[in-house]
């Protein structure tokens, strides 16, 4: 039989649809999650199974309704908020993480906030500068939170279950340009462990240690560096924490080449941090600086073509495994 | 509009009403005395970090309490040894805690500013201002949720006004009819600017806004407090939605313990008049007296064993030892 295949959105869905089954204190906090299933249709058909008790429309209040959940994820509840845009994050930032990351700690253990932040990451929508943003490095740096970036339909649903299920604040991006992308999904219940990496591509020359909507572009990439008898790994965290070093330092020691490639901000970013875990970790198994590529450092623009500018795409990364490999190959 | 003023017939007559406003007294005697020893660690320099205290404010904290059961829920401010201490918590594990120590309600982790205990539904207290009024209001949705009959009420200070995302979830609450009590302690300083600089409009009409039912009460006057909450209280256990309270108080010392200069934004004059003529413990002492309900001695002798208590729970504080230095990272994650 043909495996079964979703979009990573409808992998979210029934990722939502199953915990909400098997846990009654599963609820969701939103604008338009209800009858809308949000502007990218990822919630469609939930509240017609769970009804608006469970999938709970707010007003455009992303403060209030995002501290509604850590209380009541505090008292009894497993509230999962939607985020609609992952710029909009900003105005939920105190609940976050001056609230949801510290309570545990700050109560000496007394208090859990189990609950997950979802929201959406990837600039190329053309939608500007304040719907564009791929913001997962600010949640990354604070402890208390974990932090999800899927890169499939396969680890959409397993990540998300684990999500759920975990007894901390989780923070979930999911990449709106990937929402349609199709892969095989199991149709039964499976959790995918927050802090293992995977490798998605093996290789012996050069790795890409991507995350999120780089996973494509890294493997895009590795596919035009075959041609040119390159033979690129590509291996994704999954989550930036926990963070799977001994996957990423294995990687980097097996090939001594490593392009860290991640959607957000590099200056500071996520692509610095892992960059710096392989500098410290696999320093005398490299025979090359480890590069780091991300978005530029500017406000995304609007215009397609300055937009397209400020991403990674296959052939920049190609290019630059490429010059990295030269001297050695 | 005119302040709530607490019945001159409550509690004649009546055992268990003569009960209660003993034990209201007792409870705000306990809070006075508890900051007077904070106060007293704080300035010998036995005390780390910041003290907030909550002297000249006890009516509001124990006439609220007093409307709760023990299985509901409060959240507090950086000002909250008070309503820690009304909501149940006891002394010795929060003085623990305000040194930093083991024993303390946080293992040491949460300080002065952030003592919170499942135990007596004490969400925790919160340092920045208005940060919890979405915890408080999430927990009363999960308490509607999950139908188990209990109350959250949200204490901040006028302060917290400035705060948008108090009228985010004072919109939500009302929307949807959860039961919550928000209560504005004002005490007339945001930090060190008298409130009328920073609050355009009136208190209640900004809740009143939103629909809730909003009443102001004496601060000072621990029945008009008890009664104004439990008439809150009781129509938001009952599904009638949520309340708002405005208790009018004064806090008799700074901001924190080290605001000792304070003329320039408030006299001396009117402190004083706060302490001779509003003092909530005295009111309370001379009604109690006046009602046949306790004399002087009886009244003495609560405070004699409230001190005993508050000097046994600071020694205690003081022998406990400090958590070990490989704790630091126990406690991030659950």
């Known amino acids: 039989m043909p495996e079964r295949e979703l979009t990573f959105a409808q992998a979210v869905r029934e990722a939502l649809a199953e915990e909400m089954r098997h846990d009654p204190r599963v609820c969701i906090f939103g604008e338009d999650v209800a009858e809308a299933g949000t502007p990218f249709k990822v919630l469609s058909g939930l509240v017609e199974e769970f009804g608006p008790e469970r999938l709970i429309d707010t007003p455009i209040s992303e403060a209030g309704f995002t501290g509604i959940a850590v209380g009541a994820a505090m008292t009894g509840l497993r509230p999962v908020v939607d985020i609609m845009f992952g710029d909009f994050v900003t105005l939920a930032m105190d609940q976050m993480v001056n609230q949801a990351a510290k309570i545990h700690y700050m109560s000496g253990g007394h208090w859990r906030v189990p609950m997950v932040l979802r929201t959406t990451l990837g600039a190329t929508r053309r939608s500007a500068a304040q719907h564009s943003q791929s913001l997962h490095a600010w949640f990354s740096h604070i402890p208390g939170l974990k932090v999800v970036l899927p890169s499939t339909p396969y680890d959409a649903k397993g990540l998300l279950k684990a999500a759920i299920r975990d007894e901390n604040p989780v923070v979930f991006f999911e990449d709106k340009m990937m929402y349609k992308l199709k892969g095989p999904v199991p149709a039964e219940d499976y959790a995918i462990p927050l802090g293992v990496a995977e490798v998605k591509r093996s290789g012996d020359d050069i790795t890409l240690v991507a995350t999120s909507s780089m996973v494509q572009v890294a493997l895009g990439a590795a596919n035009l560096l075959e041609k040119q008898s390159i033979s690129a790994e590509v291996i994704d965290p999954r989550t930036t924490w926990p963070l799977d070093e001994a996957a990423i330092l294995a990687s980097a020691k097996k090939t001594s080449r490593v392009i860290v490639l991640d959607e957000g901000y590099g200056r500071y970013g996520v692509a610095s941090e892992i960059a710096a875990v392989i500098a410290e970790g696999a320093f005398y198994d490299l025979d090359a600086p480890v590069k780091r590529m991300g978005a530029m450092q500017v406000p995304i623009p609007f215009s397609p073509p300055l937009e397209d500018a400020t991403v990674p795409t296959e052939e920049t990364v190609c290019a630059a495994a490429r010059a990295m490999c030269k001297h050695q190959l | ?334």
């Open chain 2, 1 to 334: 509009m005119t302040t709530a003023t607490s019945n001159p017939q409550a509690g004649r007559d009546r055992a268990s009403d003569k009960q209660l406003w003993i034990h209201a007294y007792r409870q705000m005697v306990r809070i006075r005395l508890f900051e007077e020893q904070v106060n007293e660690l704080y300035t010998r320099a036995l005390m780390p970090g910041l003290a907030h205290l909550y002297s000249g404010e006890e009516a509001v904290a124990v006439g609220v309490c007093e409307a709760l059961r023990l299985e509901d829920y409060i959240t507090s401010t950086h000002r909250g040894h008070g309503h820690c201490l009304a909501k149940g918590a006891s002394p010795d594990r929060m003085f623990a805690e305000l040194l930093g120590k083991e024993a303390g309600y946080c293992r040491g982790k949460g300080g002065s500013m952030h003592i919170a205990d499942p135990a007596t539904g004490n969400l925790g207290a919160n340092a920045i201002v208005g940060g919890s009024v979405g915890i408080a209001t999430g927990a009363a949705f999960a308490a509607k949720r999950l139908g188990n009959g209990r109350v959250a009420v949200c204490f901040f200070g006028e302060g917290a006004l400035g705060q948008g995302s108090l009228y985010e979830v004072m919109n939500l609450a009302q929307l949807w009819k959860l039961p919550v009590l928000y209560v504005c302690e004002n005490n007339l300083y945001n930090e060190y600017t008298h409130y009328t600089e920073t609050t355009a409009g009136t208190i209640l009409g900004r809740a009143r806004a939103f629909g809730l039912e909003a009443t102001v009460v004496d601060g000072q006057d621990v029945r008009a407090v008890r009664d104004a909450a439990l008439r809150l209280v009781t129509r938001a256990r009952a599904g009638e939605g949520p309340g708002f309270l405005e208790a009018d108080t004064y806090r008799y010392s700074g901001h924190h313990v080290g605001d000792i200069n304070r003329e320039y934004y408030r006299s001396k004059q009117e402190e004083h008049y706060w302490k001779s003529e509003r003092d909530p413990i005295q009111l309370h002492a001379h009604w109690l007296m006046k009602q046949g309900c306790a004399d002087r001695d009886s009244l003495d002798q609560i405070a004699v064993e409230a001190r005993a208590e508050m000097v046994e729970a600071v020694k205690f504080a003081m022998a406990a030892p400090y958590p070990s230095t490989h704790q630091v990272e126990e406690d991030v994650y659950a």
